[in-house]
C-alpha cells in the first residue's frame, strides 16, 4: 500500500499513537453454538445441521496475565436421551499454553483437561486443537455456567481466534442424533457480533483523522 505525501504525517500520527491505544485496550470474543455435526446421517460424516437456537455460548475475554472463559450451556428442548437433558462434556479450542483454573464450583474437570501441541485432538476431520477442556461427565448440565482462567505468556484473547474455531462436545442426547455408539455430538462455534470495544479504537482513530483534516489549511 501506498500513501500520497500529504496523508504521510497523518500515517506517521496513527503509527505512533496506535500501540499504546492498543496495549491499553481489552478484547472480547464471543461464539455461539449452534451449528452441528449431524450424527443422524452416518453416511456423511461431515454433514452439518443448523439447531433453531443456540446450545451454548463461550466468551473469551483479556484479563490481567491472560484470558478469561465464561461458557453457558443453555436449556434447550435439543434431544436429550433422558430427562436429565443433555451435558457439556469437551470445549475444544486453539490457542497458545498457559495455566487453566476452573473459577466455579458447578462444574468440575476432569483430568483429560489440558494442553498438548505435539498430539492434538480432532474431534472431526480437519479440526484440530491443542487445548481439551474436559468436564467430568454429568457435571456440566443445561442451565449451568463454567468460568475459566488460562494465564501465561503470549495468552490473549485474540491468540484463541488465530486457529481453529471452538468446538463442543454435547453427551446424552437423544434420537435421532443418539447413534449405537455414541450419543454425543459436536458442535461448532459462530463468531457473535465483535463487542462494541472492538470498534472503539477504529473510531477514535477515525475521529482523530476526520478532526485533523477539518483544520488542515486548504
Keep these: 500500500m501506498s500513501f500520497k505525501p500529504a496523508l504521510m504525517p497523518i500515517v506517521a500520527l496513527a503509527m505512533a499513537t496506535a500501540a499504546p491505544i492498543a496495549s491499553a485496550t481489552t478484547e472480547t470474543f464471543n461464539y455461539t453454538f449452534q451449528t452441528f455435526f449431524d450424527t443422524s446421517t452416518f453416511l456423511n460424516t461431515t454433514d452439518k445441521k443448523t439447531f433453531a437456537v443456540p446450545v451454548a455460548s463461550l466468551s473469551i475475554a483479556d484479563v490481567s496475565g491472560g484470558v478469561q472463559l465464561t461458557l453457558n450451556h443453555f436449556k434447550t428442548a435439543f434431544p436429550a436421551k433422558t430427562t436429565s437433558g443433555t451435558f457439556i462434556d469437551n470445549l ?22 489440558g494442553y498438548n501441541i505435539l498430539f492434538p485432538d480432532f474431534p472431526e476431520p480437519g479440526y484440530g486443537y491443542d487445548w481439551d477442556i474436559d468436564f467430568k461427565a454429568g457435571t456440566f448440565a443445561e442451565g449451568e455456567t463454567a468460568v475459566l482462567t488460562i494465564l501465561g505468556k503470549g495468552v490473549t484473547a485474540r491468540s484463541f481466534t488465530r486457529g481453529t474455531t471452538p468446538m463442543l462436545d454435547i453427551s446424552n442426547v437423544g434420537s435421532p442424533y443418539k447413534t449405537l455408539l455414541s450419543s454425543n455430538v459436536h458442535f461448532l462455534g459462530t463468531p457473535a457480533v465483535p463487542e462494541p470495544s472492538t470498534y472503539g479504537m477504529l473510531l477514535l ?5 476526520a478532526a485533523w483534516s477539518r483544520r488542515k489549511p486548504t
Design 205 to 209: 482513530g477515525l475521529a482523530g483523522l
Design 92 to 113: 475444544w479450542l486453539d490457542g497458545p499454553n498457559g495455566s487453566i483454573k476452573l473459577k466455579t464450583t458447578n462444574t468440575l474437570l476432569a483430568a483429560g483437561t
